[in-house]
């Protein structure tokens, strides 16, 4: 009778144990998005040309980062990235192009989904189309 209370003991300690440095490893272990900037003011735009603005971000994490989508706000604000994987500690970027059809001021939101603990990241671009 005692062995067997002990050997139950040893394996929830240890099932304990398990779990609990498996959590902490996973913790430690995950991809971790970083922005250089997560605002981003065109000011006045005049010209097409005008309207694109790279967001440099890195993979600040100890796995490989993937962004899986990137959303805006609205169909005037068109997003383009890389679909691979981003290894611990190097940085990319991607691109985001306002359509300057759309006159007067706006502010847009960006979400980035990848597969970071903080996703979504949220983003902005803002600014003014003139009405000529």
Known sequence: MKKSIILIFIVVFSTIISIIIKRALEENYVPEI?????????????????ADVYFVFGNLGKKD????DIKTSCGCTIPAWN???????????????????????????????????TSPDRLEVMGYVPFE
């Open 34 to 50: 970083s922005f250089e900037i997560k605002k981003y003011d065109f000011d006045t735009l005049t010209t097409q040309e005008e």
């Open 65 to 68: 980062l993937k962004v899986y």
């Open 83 to 117: 679909d691979g994987f981003l290894k611990p500690y190097e940085k990319d970027s991607f691109k985001v192009t306002y359509n300057i059809e759309n006159k007067g001021y706006f502010i847009k939101e960006i979400m980035v989904y990848s597969n970071s603990k």
